[in-house]
């Protein structure tokens, strides 16, 4: 096992108390595996994520471990966490392409950042250009400016940046949002490319569109209001998704060739709650249309088949389809 | 005859400080009628969003008249312009740069009712706001009285919209206005496009999304650097793509339940990765646009396709 991430929390402090936007959260990517992680804005992804490289000023670790290669990172530790960023794990976090350095040539903003973390240039130069042309880019992008860059070859930059080092994962935080679905394409083959060549060993695709996922992705997580509700292979999330929040994401999502006037498209009722004050059971409770009196204790995320674990007691205690009956009751 | 009529519309932004001239837009034509929706679906530098703010009197076309209900828009200024965004109004991509954090979201409303509405009575304006709510289905508890930062994006974006019905809007230019949303509150938005389109609403909805603008849209045109490659009945244009350029925007769609199928010309997947060419631009002899043909009833192709 590449990564394995055990009961991690973090909070951030906030004026209102504590928020918790990742709870109790465990996980393993294995070597070689592109694992996707989903769900609405304010889930909790991006902390998950940022968390297992960066503990910014405001974030909190309040415990679990994260272990890489057999090895644990001292995440809490944001100076010791230092030595693995980059060379073990690396961060593309949102909107990245558009924080490149607008006063350095790209050549210049990957020496500085090499020389940052002890290596020579020249040392990984001749590599970084080979991955350029790889992924289809001229290597005169080194004497580019970032803004005489498009998005696309930007963000391919951005992670060519964070992947120079070869680390053993890569969490890429929306790196195909805000792209054209060519562009889009271009980024998803790149980290598949990346993988299989072993630039990266394991990734972490965070973003809300399912449908990038479905086509990069080997596993899928979804997260809801900090915690995990089902984790399982790509195929089995898109084809057969157990927890009732994933199938009410995928039935929100138009496919080429859907039409308003054959079929109407359901969203979501609602929005996820406040993690101020989270409600106590299950946290999806309030919009589920399955939700019983039950659901008032929150559900454990277990595996309920192999290679699939849920957090739901519809699942869990196998409840029929439709229990809006058992709703009012309860 | 159509709502909005779009006649060889173009526009020229300079490049450079004493560059050459590129075209943004290039000789671009139709029309859009009362109770449709045009999905206007192109790449980032497709010059999308300039026809748009064109259309809404944002900036000036280089050339090319637009006409709305028969009228030059450009003629329009003072009161008559005032008049004209009493009908045509426009939603924008980022809801959370559209309000004003330091005041409360609902004084878009108020705004609207000190140019339009100046002598209003309260309970008439309060029964005003209402309805334009009802039509957006929000409930006015949820959202009256509350900063930008209490209202999610979704309910951002549909106070947008109502603001614009509380007019007597005839158009409405949706740039890109569900992209910053989540899946989820995606297709009530677009739903709600619908009804309201039902309701006789003529939409411009430009997006880059090519599902999200099959779903909602009667008819299709495909700009490509400024020009439009192909146009037509939407299920004739997502169904039958006689253009390569559609098509490899198609086979580039992520889909749920098919992998990405490897394209015949990759040249067109890359797109613009010439060194130092952001997006390649089109030379500026090629202002003048490949031909359209019609290919079929109601479905227009580039001649350049073959």
């Known amino acids: 096992m590449s990564v394995k991430v055990e009961n991690l929390s973090v909070a951030y402090r906030m004026r209102a108390g504590d928020v918790c936007p990742v709870e109790g959260v465990s996980f393993t990517v294995a070597d070689g595996e592109i694992m996707g992680l989903a769900g609405e804005s304010g889930c909790g992804k991006s902390t998950l994520g940022n968390s297992l490289v960066f503990m910014e000023g405001r974030m909190r670790h309040l415990g679990g471990r994260v272990v890489v290669d057999g090895q644990a990172l001292p995440v809490a530790d944001f100076r010791a966490m230092r030595r693995y960023r980059m060379t073990k794990v690396s961060l593309v976090p949102q909107y990245a392409m558009n924080a490149l350095n607008p006063t350095r040539r790209i050549g210049r903003l990957t020496t500085d950042l090499l020389r940052s973390h002890d290596v020579r240039e020249s040392d990984v130069l001749e590599e970084m250009k080979r991955r350029i042309r790889l992924i289809g880019l001229d290597e005169d992008v080194l004497n580019r400016y970032s803004f005489e860059l498009s998005g696309g070859m930007r963000q391919r930059v951005t992670i060519i940046l964070s992947t120079l080092l070869n680390p053993s994962l890569l969490i890429a935080d929306e790196v195909t949002s805000a792209l054209d679905v060519s562009t889009q394409r271009a980024v998803g083959e790149m980290l598949m490319e990346f993988r299989d060549r072993g630039f990266v060993k394991s990734v972490i695709a965070i973003t809300h569109d399912l449908s990038v996922l479905a086509q990069i992705t080997d596993s899928i997580m979804v997260m809801y209001a900090g915690r995990l509700a089902e984790k399982a292979s790509a195929a089995d999330i898109v084809n057969a998704p157990l927890h009732p929040y994933t199938q009410m994401l995928l039935a929100s999502l138009p496919e080429v060739g859907v039409r308003y006037d054959k079929v109407t498209l359901t969203g979501i009722p609602g929005r996820p709650p406040s993690l101020v004050n989270p409600p106590r059971g299950c946290r999806f409770a309030d919009r589920c249309p399955f939700a019983r009196a039950k659901c008032a204790e929150a559900p454990p995320f277990e595996q309920v088949q192999p290679g699939r674990q849920v957090a739901c007691w519809k699942v869990s205690e196998g409840w029929p389809e439709g229990g809006e009956h058992e709703r009012s009751a309860a | ?306």
């Open chain 2, 1 to 306: 005859m159509s709502a909005l009529q779009l006649d060889q519309v173009s526009r020229l932004f300079r490049a450079s400080a004493g560059g050459d001239m590129t075209p943004a837009l290039r000789k671009v034509s139709f029309g859009i009628d009362q109770g449709e929706v045009v999905t206007l679906i192109g790449e980032s530098g497709s010059g999308k969003t300039t026809l748009g703010k064109i259309i809404l009197r944002l900036i000036p076309a280089s050339s090319g008249t637009v006409t709305f209900e028969g009228k030059d828009i450009s003629a329009f200024k003072g009161p008559s312009l005032r008049e004209y965004y009493r009908h045509v109004q426009g939603v924008f991509q980022d809801p959370f740069s559209s309000y004003n954090p330091i005041y409360k979201a609902d004084r878009v409303f108020e705004l609207v009712r000190g140019v339009y509405f100046p002598a209003m009575g309260q309970p008439a304006w309060e029964e005003k706001i209402e309805s334009a709510l009802a039509a957006v289905a929000l409930n006015p508890g949820d959202v009256l009285g509350k900063y930008p930062h209490q209202l999610s994006g979704g309910q951002q974006q549909r106070l947008l919209i109502a603001r614009a019905l509380l007019l007597d809007v005839k158009l409405l230019v949706a740039d890109e206005i569900i992209s910053m949303l989540d899946a989820s509150t995606r297709v009530d938005i677009l739903n709600l496009l619908v009804s309201l389109k039902r309701s006789g609403l003529a939409i411009l909805f430009i997006t880059h999304d090519l599902s999200l603008g099959n779903y909602v849209s009667d008819r299709t045109v495909i700009l490509r650097h400024g020009a439009i490659v192909e146009m037509g009945d939407t299920v004739k244009v997502f169904g039958n793509p006689r253009h390569p350029y559609t098509r490899n925007l198609l086979t580039a769609v992520p889909e749920l339940h098919k992998k990405w199928q490897p394209t015949a010309a990759d040249a067109v997947t890359r797109p613009a990765d010439v060194a130092g060419a952001g997006h390649a631009p089109v030379p500026a002899t090629a202002l003048d646009p490949p031909r359209l043909t019609e290919y079929e009833e109601n479905h227009l192709v580039a001649e350049d396709a073959a």
